[in-house]
């Protein structure tokens, strides 16, 4: 029962969360080192707080344009294997008398796109616990049309998300409005999903000038809805604001690109000061002649095992990536 899908548990999770004033992080992963870093902070986030247990949402996109991490989940590219990998992580790790027993666990497929993932969609969808469809690349009333076809299909065994807010391309550039809260109501009466994603300015589809969070729109949606506001992005949304993310009636938020971001420069470091021990004397004298290291980076150090093996890089982006989602989960995760 460490994974939780059955729908009635799903959402007795998020009413627990939403008793606490807990936003519970939805953390996409497209590989088994980030799969397991989000559990075990999870793991010791309960551990280190004598909780019996808490919430932690693992995620994956499919075929969704702007980054399919199902395929990039196996060097195949084949976003079916790679689902199927994400699966089974996910089941081993928490396996009964595994490692990560004080978490439970929520599968949730992201950015399920309406029209490639259409055979996704028809499936069977028991083994997750919730999901986002994806319908915003289409006018809103087809939008609704799409995703009221879909809830009525699948609502009944599922925790659904949807996008009420329509992309707009014109000359080239996608432009999304700040979602209102009519109009969020109004969607999620007519389609009959649980939770909304709305676009608060953080939207990762937007550009980097545009980012900002509005959490005025947060608020008015939250006085017609309730906390069942997805947020898509953190980036542009300071500590400050991150910590008040429920009051603002924000239930939910998915991260991926902080993860990556962040954990890169550790890896970076890692690497220039083991330099010799991972590339070996000669390529850092070679790389050292070209001015891309310094001397101070010329040891004369064999190479090692402790640097230049798969497991000593995982080893650092997993440390790296397990502090990111700690701090997620002490800042949402308040304690009373």
């Known amino acids: 029962m460490a994974i939780i899908t059955?729908?009635?548990e799903v959402v007795k999770i998020y009413e627990s969360a939403a008793e606490k004033g807990w936003v519970i992080p939805c953390l996409c992963t497209e590989n088994l080192t980030t799969t397991e870093a989000i559990i075990s902070a999870a793991s010791e986030f309960a551990r280190d707080n004598h909780l019996e247990r808490v919430p932690?949402?693992?995620?994956?996109?499919?075929?969704?344009?702007?980054?399919?991490?199902?395929?990039?989940?196996?060097?195949?590219?084949?976003?079916?294997?790679?689902?199927?990998l994400f699966q089974a992580d996910a089941e081993v790790l928490m396996r009964e008398g595994?490692?990560?027993?004080?978490?439970?666990l929520l599968l949730h497929l992201d950015h399920?796109?309406?029209?490639?993932?259409?055979?996704?969609?028809?499936s069977d969808l028991s083994s997750f616990s919730t999901i986002m469809y994806d319908a915003?690349?289409?006018?809103?009333?087809?939008?609704?049309?799409?995703?009221?076809?879909?809830?009525?299909?699948?609502?009944?065994?599922?925790?659904?998300?949807?996008?009420?807010?329509?992309?707009?391309?014109?000359?080239?550039?996608?432009?999304?409005?700040?979602?209102?809260?009519?109009?969020?109501?109004?969607?999620?009466?007519?389609?009959?999903v649980d939770m909304v994603v709305a676009n608060l300015g953080t939207e990762h589809r937007a550009s980097g000038k545009d980012l900002q969070y509005h959490g005025e729109a947060a608020r008015a949606i939250k006085e017609l809805i309730g906390s069942k506001i997805v947020l898509h992005g953190?980036?542009?949304?300071?500590?400050?604001?991150?910590?008040?993310?429920?009051?603002?009636?924000?239930?939910?938020?998915?991260?991926?690109?902080?993860?990556?971001?962040?954990?890169?420069?550790?890896?970076?470091?890692?690497?220039?000061?083991?330099?010799?021990?991972?590339?070996?004397?000669?390529?850092?004298?070679?790389?050292?002649?070209?001015?891309?290291?310094?001397?101070?980076?010329?040891?004369?150090?064999?190479?090692?095992?402790?640097?230049f093996t798969t497991a000593a890089r995982q080893?650092?982006?997993?440390?790296?990536?397990?502090q990111i989602v700690r701090e997620y989960l002490d800042m949402w995760y308040v304690l009373r």
Request: net charge negative.
């Open 6 to 8: 059955r729908r009635e």
């Open 56 to 84: 932690v949402t693992l995620a994956i996109t499919v075929q969704y344009e702007h980054r399919s991490q199902s395929r990039n989940y196996t060097h195949s590219r084949n976003w079916d294997t790679g689902l199927k």
């Open 98 to 104: 595994g490692d990560y027993e004080n978490v439970d």
């Open 112 to 122: 399920v796109q309406h029209d490639l993932d259409a055979d996704l969609c028809d």
């Open 136 to 192: 915003s690349n289409l006018p809103l009333e087809e939008n609704i049309a799409k995703t009221r076809a879909f809830v009525e299909k699948k609502g009944k065994d599922i925790v659904i998300e949807g996008a009420c807010d329509e992309i707009v391309d014109a000359g080239g550039e996608a432009h999304n409005d700040i979602t209102t809260a009519d109009k969020c109501a109004d969607y999620m009466k007519r389609t009959g």
């Open 234 to 307: 953190t980036s542009s949304v300071s500590n400050e604001q991150v910590k008040k993310l429920f009051a603002d009636g924000v239930c939910k938020v998915n991260i991926w690109t902080a993860l990556e971001r962040d954990a890169s420069p550790k890896l970076m470091e890692f690497l220039v000061h083991n330099a010799s021990k991972a590339a070996g004397p000669g390529t850092v004298e070679h790389l050292q002649k070209e001015g891309y290291l310094t001397d101070r980076c010329v040891t004369g150090e064999k190479e090692a095992l402790s640097a």
């Open 315 to 322: 080893d650092v982006v997993f440390e790296a990536m397990k």
